[in-house]
């Protein structure tokens, strides 16, 4: 089969370059079913399911091709136990001769399945085009992609410079600690080893995503003083303490944030500005079990907690995010009569973006371009993903979230990637490699 090229694209490619979109093309049925292993493997987090298994099928896949492996588990991470050990794969490949390191990091976690399914969300269905399963796009097809072009371009160029890794990381989902975080903390993720780093999250085949905002998350309490509910006026009501703070955000908070306005591309629109979840709310008794039908007792509460999920801005520092809310906390303090409050910080990321003039940027812009004859859309993330963890632990300020699939897609019922998207990535993959991997006149 050769290489469909775009009606768009002005220069065709090379005839070298061809030969390796025309592998591509080739192993359409290899990558289906490579998706569809990836899918069955059903690695649920929470807790952190077949870590074990989905590591032991890539390091036999990959060691295949060539692949030194290595298995790391993340001994005492959050959530490591044995019964649910946090398993990771770091596969490199070395070249013929010295060079850079390109490395696709993927998780191989999927968040839990959810009600609304008409398809088996470890089945790996094929319907008109497209590969259903929970981590279809999120992100078991990214994964999928990057093995097939790094398998292609070494197939294609066995004499390239330098290397490529792949790795399958656990826990993204849940932070990413016993995941990236725990290999960049023990020197997988570092400068000296890796130059380029591609995360095949889903942001779509033509879209280049740069980073992602910061998340501060912090519980927020407040004290009163129990009494007979009959009699509130002996207590003091914790509730209507908090009632203050939340009336505070309302009032001073929400529009300070709306009004600010960042120069990265977060999409959706909405998540250019400063924004702020709150979580839950608790104060008073603890919740009746749901088959508990007695009355509540009459009492006066002494507590009411608050968990607040801020995300911030380039522009913003952790200090003045995390210094606003005590702030007002403060002023209530003064001007409130009895208010006494704690503030905890639950977490704290970072925002990360990558440089536009970076060259794993100006790479996958240049591939984009020719192999879907359009210039790639700029992102950024709303929320958090590992990139963070490969920025602040490993110091590579040299990555970017790029590949197949469509971010609303994710952890939604009936999730499904499709397979030309998964294709055509694989091409942008592999021609990246060529550029960053072959020397200058194999372009
Ligand atoms: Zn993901």
Redesign the pocket.
């Known amino acids: 089969m050769t290489h469909a090229l775009p009606e768009t694209l002005q220069t065709p490619l090379p005839a070298h370059l061809q030969g390796l979109m025309s592998r591509i093309d080739d192993l359409r049925d290899d990558l289906i079913a490579l998706t569809q292993d990836l899918i069955r493997i059903p690695t649920l987090n929470p807790p952190g399911d077949c870590y074990r298994d989905i590591c032991d099928y890539l390091d036999k896949r990959l060691g295949r091709h060539g692949f030194d492996t290595q298995l790391i588990r993340a001994h005492g991470a959050p959530g490591d136990s044995e019964k649910y050990p946090r398993w990771n794969i770091i596969a490199r490949r070395e070249g013929k001769n010295p060079g850079e390191c390109v490395h696709f990091n993927s998780?191989t976690d999927v968040v839990e399945v959810g009600l609304g399914w008409t398809k088996d969300p470890f089945g790996g269905e094929i319907e008109d085009g497209k590969i259903y399963g929970r981590g279809a796009c999120?992100?078991k097809g990214g994964l999928a992609s990057s093995i097939i072009a790094a398998e292609a371009f070494i197939r294609e160029f066995p004499d390239f410079n330098g290397a490529i890794e792949i790795s399958g990381t656990a826990d993204?989902?849940s932070g990413g600690y016993g995941g990236v975080a725990y290999l960049a903390d023990h020197g997988f993720f570092a400068p000296e080893r890796v130059q380029h780093v591609i995360i095949p999250?889903?942001l779509h085949k033509d879209r280049i995503c740069l980073g992602h905002r910061g998340g501060w998350w912090a519980e927020i309490e407040t004290f009163g003083e129990i009494a007979h509910g009959c009699m509130p006026f002996l207590g003091d009501c914790a509730v209507r303490h908090m009632g203050a703070v939340i009336d505070k955000f309302e009032t001073d908070l929400y529009p300070a944030m709306a009004a600010r306005h960042t120069d990265m591309p977060v999409v959706p629109e909405g998540a250019r500005s400063s924004t702020m979840n709150i979580n839950s709310i608790h104060g008073g008794q603890p919740e009746q079990a749901p088959d508990f039908d007695g009355l509540p007792a009459h009492c006066v509460p002494d507590s009411c907690r608050i968990v607040i999920d801020r995300r911030y801005l380039a522009e913003e520092n952790h200090a003045q995010v995390s210094g606003e809310v005590e702030a007002l906390l403060k002023e209530l303090e003064t001007n409130r009569d009895n208010f006494r409050y704690e503030m905890r910080e639950l977490n704290h990321v970072a925002p990360s973006m990558t440089d536009r003039s970076a060259p794993v940027v100006s790479t996958v812009d240049r591939s984009i371009t020719e192999i879907l004859g359009k210039a790639p859309e700029y992102v950024a993330s709303p929320g958090t993903?590992d990139q963070k963890h490969i920025d602040r632990i490993g110091k590579l300020k040299n990555c970017i979230a790029y590949g197949p699939g469509i971010l609303e897609m994710?952890h939604k019922p009936d999730e499904y990637i499709d397979i030309q998207d998964m294709i055509d990535s694989a091409k942008v993959m592999a021609h990246s490699l060529a550029q960053l991997l072959l020397p200058a006149d194999r372009q």
């Open positions: 998780h999120d992100m993204e989902e999250e889903p993903y994710a």
